[in-house]
């Protein structure tokens, strides 16, 4: 099958090491490995990783005042808004959007590429797939990672919400099927009157061949250096929900309990400044190692570089998240201590391939992470677990197929309509 794949969205750089990048390739890749021809149009194609196996067309945000000007003009807003730095942010998502589906249309005509299907991942501000799929005459599946309206509004700032949303109800509507990472996405994607029929939940995946336990965890721990000690670890963005600080707070009651535990932290991001200096202020600075950004190749070596990894998310109501890094653990072999909280209940066997704590619960996190610390046979045992339960649920093959199973489906219903 001949895939177009579509990401509008200029902060997911396609070659990045944030979540949504890693998320994009190995979602191409898995395509590709099962025979199927890939086109993937995005606004910002990034570096540090190799690219997916697909003809990548790089479509970048037209940029300048003229730009935003004619787009508040179109918009009949107040040539005031363009003072507003988060109402320019917004006048050029929608500028973005205005022209995306010729661009597109241009930069296939070269390659003589003919998409059977449209797999496109949602992106603020942005419904023009719905109608370059129209134009194709072709079946479009959206996937839809987060509630990005309320995301934006409440950590970044929203200023033009009622055209947000008409362009999130445009492109639901002009989906043929929407995939969602989680039971949460997929209850408010629900919420917005698309019916529960056209709605497939699909968790995140993991390359189940990149990510294994005989990855060279040995030179890590030299390197760094860590030596033998038992070692926690976290892999993030440093996001304000991810939950560095607990996880410092935290680690800070091991220490005490367990003096060789050392705690890496890889990863950039918001919250790394104040990250480190907590650390210090808590007189930890030789029990912690911070890494900084590490490409998305290397991370499996981290990973075997520990005994445990966390997944200290915050308490938060109508958690959504389906996080890379915990799958990606699992498939390492390495067990995982995790909130009690959304997907994490489905992706983590309470006491088999991890354990599970109440958000938000320092002692309880604190009791079960130094308990498995200190058990290194029975952190060893869950990782094999781990690493099974992985290959059979959670690979990336397993998912893509299940996706594209969908698109047949839905390119059968359009040649029988």
């Known amino acids: 099958m001949q895939v177009l794949y579509l990401n509008p969205d200029r902060g997911i750089p396609v070659l990045g090491d944030k979540g949504a990048s890693v998320h994009v390739r190995e979602f191409i890749t898995a395509l590709a490995a099962q025979g199927h021809k890939v086109a993937l149009a995005c606004a910002t194609a990034g570096a540090g990783n190799a ?11 037209e940029a300048g005042d003229a730009a935003l000007a004619a787009e508040q003009v179109a918009q009949d807003l107040p040539v005031e808004a363009l003072d507003d730095r988060i109402t320019r942010r917004e006048l050029a998502r929608l500028r973005y959007d205005r022209d995306f589906a010729a661009r597109v249309t241009a930069g296939l005509a070269p390659h003589a590429f003919q998409p059977e299907v449209v797999y496109e991942r949602h992106a603020l501000f942005h419904c023009a797939g719905a109608d370059l799929a129209r134009s194709l005459g072709v079946p479009r599946l959206l996937e839809v990672n987060a509630p990005l309206i309320a995301e934006q509004a409440q950590f970044r700032g929203l200023a033009l919400r009622s055209r947000a949303e008409a362009a999130e109800q445009a492109s639901f509507r002009g989906a043929d099927v929407i995939v969602t990472v989680s039971e949460e996405v997929a209850d408010y994607v629900a919420s917005t009157g698309i019916p529960r029929a056209k709605i497939l939940t699909l968790p995140n995946g993991v390359d189940t061949a990149r990510f294994h336990p005989d990855a060279d965890g040995a030179r890590i721990r030299r390197e760094l250096p860590l030596g033998t000690a038992p070692v926690l670890g ?47 202020a808590l007189g930890l600075a030789e029990r912690a190692i911070f890494t900084g950004r590490v490409p998305h190749a290397d991370i499996p070596a981290y990973l075997a570089a520990m005994d445990l990894s966390a997944a200290p998310y915050l308490p938060q109501p109508d958690f959504y998240f389906s996080p890379l ?45 130094g308990d498995l610390l200190a058990d290194r046979a029975r952190c060893r045992a869950m990782g094999a677990q781990a690493r099974a339960r992985a290959v059979r649920d959670f690979s990336w093959d397993h998912t893509v197929r299940l996706a594209m199973e969908t698109a047949q489906r839905a390119i059968a219903r359009r040649r029988a309509a």
């Open 234 to 280: 976290f892999i993030g963005s440093f996001k304000p929900w991810h939950g560095v600080g607990f996880l410092i707070e935290a680690f800070a009651g091991i220490a005490q309990r367990r003096p060789d535990a050392r705690l890496l932290m890889i990863g950039e991001g918001p919250e790394l400044d104040s990250a480190r200096a907590r650390i210090a």
């Open 325 to 369: 890094k915990v799958v990606e653990s699992l498939a390492a072999g390495t067990p995982v201590i995790a909130s009690r909280i959304g997907q994490l209940e489905q992706l983590v066997d309470d006491g088999t391939t991890g354990v599970l704590f109440t958000p938000g619960d320092s002692a309880e996190f604190t009791r079960k992470a």
């Open 51 to 61: 690219p997916p196996p697909a003809r990548l067309i790089e479509l970048a945000p």
